[in-house]
């Protein structure tokens, strides 16, 4: 096949009927861009020689040396099998630090190519990415690849390998059972809560019965069967694969049986009857051979290269286009998920929105139908790839073009650009006031985006709508019929664009074009201004901006950089801001410290953008910081009974209310009180307000709900919010769903004598208001509205209370409380400040003292005295926050403290003779292995483990050394988890002495951890700088 012409592309571009916009997708190095390779090979654009070998879609040159693909690319191929097809492929990466580069490339596919390896199996990445599919609601192939190795390596006879590929087969199928599962139960749970709300109570007593709705629901087009002729088997390295169509339409001639019957027996428990000249089933039963063994494998494994094995690219791209939907089959389901932002649902969106739902099914190219654009990320090229397309007409081949030409190109093209926004005035003269500038070749943004209805043409303007706006707020001030070349600055979220170019994606290389009709895949130029990193274009103002992309991977590995020549920063800064718009994932913020930091997924994404930075978007040489590791502060209940010394409760307690002392000395110390209880009691400067807090742990559960649960919490800090204000909102069911669930959930975990009516005492969360840390109110008289107030809307009692003045001051001193622990500054968890002393005087002397004890809203009405008189101490406001600040921190001081560590979940599939190794790895690095099983038909184990993220730095290196690269482990962020050993304790016994030394740091790893952290932010770190005191003691005594 020769190299298809960019007017075909064009030509097929207008028909989406025939149009497949798909998605490779796998666990990592399971043989993604192999196959695309084979797929890419058939349009003529590399050699078929080469396929398997080049990689081609692995443009980048680190993604080429460590074999990893890294960013998600597309190309446009075509394809006839009867029809015409135009085939949008993206491949994507397999490694879990680059997940959220799947995110993108879902969104824009209709379908996806799922690729399981043979040997190996459904791995943790199989997992998420069948996941993600589901989530956005695309059609998943399966496609498994290197059936080669169960030959070559493994060594299977054909009825094992059999065997092995149905249960693999199985595994995968298990996987999509149980998103099936949870959806139709989930909706099931919905549907009956509308019917009740529409009074429908059922009559008679009710007998849930979970698996009833299953049943009726059908679920076969789901799964994989080769029998449905979604699976193909293939060895992309070699460029071969088949499906047992191919083998149904053999046989069905050489056998006389119908290809039908064929199809449906080739893959199953059916044999041959060599004498009835029939198949049966039962093979199993009967030991005999099964039909796909007798017809198929042993035909492989006999001649491996047979006449029978067809290209692989006929063969999957034949199932892509018959099994995978085109754009114009887009379920209704799907467009509602897009459009409905957040809390949002769809019936509750205005009606010219939900108008646009039929633009979306129609997926139309007329003039008439309003452009939708969704861009899922923005990609830095080459300026030479793109100036040199952009130019196709000039300058046909990319790789001849001269580097000065570009530049000159480029010149030119900024200089059009900056005309253009020539409002941008400052701009305008920074750049020609320093014309070397101009020398360096810029990074151009290029947006991956697909047109969901309507052409988009070059230079056509467009409505960028940011994830915030709101089209009924759009549709109210805009006035009818406006287009994107009107003013529109007025509205928040909103703004408007140009569509610069427009590119068709070939992998390597971009392709100009002119207009794009809906249903393709395509890049976008000129948006960099506009768009960070992803964003929903529009013609209509009526249109939504589309959910936000599912990430998968929580970005968590930070390191701060520097310029190695300070007076490059500027230089970094811009780098920094460009790597940020590049790269989904990655976060770049400046800290309070000053520091700039960048967050990545893990240690390979780490290099990645470091290297980005160096070479492409800062082009200068920069230093990393060791990468920081956060941690946790929290507090943990006393232990009831103490292993080593039973003194050392109460000598924990006379250490601390030493401590405090200690802490508070300077000040004056009447101010501070501590109990033996754990309450402390502090008084501000000017003696108006004094607090008495107390610090709890809370149950684990809790923390981890609480956490889990932060999109709720905000949600409903947002709502009290504009409740307070007086504003009304409109909340979907949905949300005052999940707020009173997780109200129950609370409600059923804080049981208990001390917890007694404790959520609906909750104050506030924290930090950031937010997190899993709790404020609550035992302050006796005080009765504050709740913050589940929204859930009783309309209630009168609800309304009889006020807040007390300066309430929102304890919840700041709380917040900054929370936010930066005693230990070493880190955000605390897991933590409940019990506020049960709040008092006020009325007025400043400290002689009246009886006469402000008393709270409660009436003294309301004396507040503003209070807040006039300003004494030297400062506003009132500003030294009760502080007051509640301090009182939080001395309350944690006086509990057992504890850091938390993050941690990583990691699954290392190893052989057994290097399983020695891999242990002895994790043991060092204080990994803890959950389980080990042997996975079936290899001889391979699959090890659970986690292990601190702190220890995790060259973790997947040492692996691999150790074991001649047989074992590669992924980490993914799993939870934080309590470090068992106190940082602060200290040997007291004469055994302690003996067996940890004097100073007992050698194996206190908390400690280890504390001092780290501390020295990092530049606090006091306590060591002792004498050494062996007590034996200068003893000569002195000698002497
Ligand atoms: N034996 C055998 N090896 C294969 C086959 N397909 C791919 N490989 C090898 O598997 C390795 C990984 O292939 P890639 O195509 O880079 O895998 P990938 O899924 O794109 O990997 P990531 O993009 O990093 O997730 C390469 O060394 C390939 O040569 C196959 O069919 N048989
Ligand atoms: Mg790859």
Known sequence: MGHTSLEKIISLQRNPANIRNLCILAHVDHGKTTLADCLVASNGIISSRLAGKLRYLDSREDEQIRGITMKSSAISLHYSHGNEYLLNLIDS???????????????????????????????????????????????????????????????????????????????????????????????????????????????????????????????????????QGNVVFASAIDGWGFSIRQFAHIYSERMGIKKEVLLKTLWGDFYLNMKAKRIMKGAQAKGKKPLFVQLVLDNIWSLYDAVVIRRLVSVSLAMVCEKLPSPLEMAAERVEKLMSVGARRFDSLPEQTQHLKTAFLQCSSEEKAPVIVFVSKMFAVDLCVCVCSCRGAQTHKLKTCPPTLSRLINMQRTRTDLVSLSANMENLTLKDSKPEEEEEPKETFVAFARVYSGVVRRGQRVFVLGPKYDPAQGLSTLPEGCSASDDVSEIPHLSCCSMENLYLLMGRELEELQEVPAGNVLGIGGLEEYVLKSATLSTAPACPPFTPLNFEATPIVRVAIEPKHPSEMPKLVRGMRLLNQADPCAEVLIQETGEHVLVTAGEVHLQRCLDDLRDRFAKIEISASEPIIPFRETVVRPPKVDMVNEELGKQQKVAIIHQVKEASQGRSSDTLHLDSSGLVTLTTPNRLATVGIRAIPLPQEVTRLLESSSEVIRTLEQVNMSLREGKSLDISVRTLEAISDLKAQLESLLQGRKWRNAVERIWAFGPRRYGPNILLNSVEGYQRPSVWQCLSRGDKASEATALRDFDNSIISGFQLAALSGPMCEE?????????????????????????????????????????????????????????VKEACRHAFQAQPQRLMAAMYTCEIMATADVLGRVYGVLGKREGRVLHEEMKEGTDMFIIKAVLPVAESFGFADEIRKRTSGLASPQLVFSHWEVISSDPYWVPTTEEEYLHFGEKADSENQALKYMNAVRRRKGLYVEEKIVEHAEKQRTLGKNK
């Not at 309301?860 to 807040?867: I, L, Q, S, T």
């Open 93 to 227: 990466p397999g490694h879990v630090d680059f997940s959220s580069e799947v995110s993108t490339a879902v969104r824009l596919c209709d379908g996806a190519v799922v690729v399981v390896d043979a040997v190996e199996g459904v791995c943790p990445q199989t997992q998420v990415v069948l996941r993600q599919a589901w989530l956005e609601n695309i059609r998943p192939v399966l496609v498994i690849n290197k059936i080669d190795r169960l030959v070559v390596e493994l060594k299977l006879t054909s009825q094992e390998a059999y065997t092995h590929l149905k249960k693999i087969l199985e595994q995968v199928n298990a996987v999509t059972g149980t998103l099936f599962t949870s959806k139709v139960l989930e909706e099931r749970a919905e549907k009956e809560e509308e019917k009740e709300k529409e009074g429908e109570k059922p009559s008679g007593d009710q007998v849930y019965d979970w698996s009833a709705g299953l049943e009726e629901v059908d679920d076969s087009h789901l799964y994989f069967s080769p029998d």
């Open 827 to 883: 955000p605390l968890m897991g933590v409940c400040f019990s506020v049960e002393r709040w008092d006020v005087q009325s007025t400043a002397p400290p002689q009246h003292q009886d006469s402000g004890t008393a709270a409660g809203p009436s003294h309301a009405g004396r507040r503003p005295e209070v807040a006039a008189s300003s004494d030297c101490y400062g506003p009132v406001s500003g030294q009760l926050i502080a007051a």
